[in-house]
């Protein structure tokens, strides 16, 4: 059993957290502030405590359905462009590029231990900054970390798609305020998005924020930066559209292991894939749910200079 402390394991500490039930179909518990689902919360525990970052790892990271499985897809395709094989290809970008918190659910051994220091690592989290483990955060680690937001409006929409495909459908105004209060698996995306965008502008040599609105805009220059910040330069245009087309929402939702494969027990790889489409809130949302989404971006986000 995992240890947190000398005193008491994860999950004891976890069962006497605050409770609450996400959209009254999954319990969470709350730790220093942000929710989880308890079988998340104990590897992000874990992977806190006793995760050791060499200086040439890349840290992607993310809030819920912001386009996660995109950014995983691109870069470890800025990484292994050269390779001989097409990876992407016979395998899901989850399975590629392991979210720590999920590792134990997956149905087959990731490619290499997240744990194992004895190479340079890919990997990513829905964790929120503060929950980070210090040897990424400390001023004398070189560990790069990519984050993505997105516009809370369209995130809220592909969250309440993704849910109830797995959960007892909830209606949408019930989705909205849950997400506007925070009830939600990894917290307030609001809170979430600030650590990461208050950090980068601190260390922008340390964290690349990226917005994935103008990552589908203007494709070229920003997977030109994010294989820049990450020390893989891309040496041509034609390498930057080799990655864009490898990556497509077109071509990776239409492979064959995106269409039948999965690498959850729990979970369908084609879950992962949707619209992918800027503006498909206004398909859903009432003006009074949109304004109250963006109420909050004012209060929580422009405030502080981000603009989703």
């Keep these: 059993m995992a240890k947190y402390s000398n005193e008491k394991s994860c999950s004891e500490i976890i069962e006497e957290l605050p409770k609450a039930r996400f959209w009254d179909t999954a319990d969470i518990v709350r730790w220093e502030g942000f ?10 525990m874990s992977f806190r405590s006793s995760f050791t970052a ?3 790892d890349v840290l992607l ?5 912001t386009g996660t499985t995109w950014i995983k897809a691109l870069a470890y395709s800025c990484i292994h462009l050269h390779d001989d094989e097409d990876a992407l290809a016979g395998n899901n970008p989850h399975f590629l590029v392991p979210t720590v918190e999920i590792v134990l659910y997956n149905i087959k051994p990731f490619e290499f231990d997240i744990y194992d220091a004895s190479a340079p690592r890919l990997i990513h989290t829905h964790i929120p900054y503060s929950h980070l483990p210090d040897s990424i955060k400390s001023s004398s680690s ?3 970390i990519v984050y993505i937001a997105r516009n809370p409006k369209d995130i809220l929409i592909s ?17 909205v305020d849950s997400f506007c209060s925070g009830f939600c698996n990894y917290g307030s995306f609001f809170d979430h998005v600030a650590e990461y965008w208050i950090e980068s502008r601190k260390r922008p040599e340390k964290i690349l924020f990226m917005k994935y609105e103008k990552l589908k805009n203007s494709p ?8 820049e910040f990450m020390g893989k330069p891309l040496g041509s245009e034609d390498e930057v559209e080799k990655i864009i087309w490898r990556c497509s929402l077109e071509r990776l939702k239409n492979l064959e292991v995106n269409k039948n494969g999965r690498f959850l027990t729990s979970m369908s790889n084609d ?17 009074d749910m949109a304004e109250k989404i963006d109420k909050m971006s004012r209060d929580k986000l422009e405030t502080i200079g981000l603009f989703l």
């Design 61 to 65: 990271a993310s809030s819920i359905k």
């Design 159 to 175: 969250m309440w798609h993704f849910f109830n495909s797995m959960f007892k459908p909830i209606p949408i105004d019930k989705a």
């Design 54 to 56: 060499r200086n040439d």
């Design 142 to 144: 070189s560990t790069k």
């Design 35 to 44: 929710w989880y689902i308890p079988n998340f919360l104990e590897p992000a």
């Design 220 to 227: 070229k220059v920003e997977i030109s930066k994010m294989a």
């Design 271 to 287: 879950n992962f894939f949707r619209k992918g489409e800027v503006g498909d809130w206004k398909n859903y949302l009432t003006p």
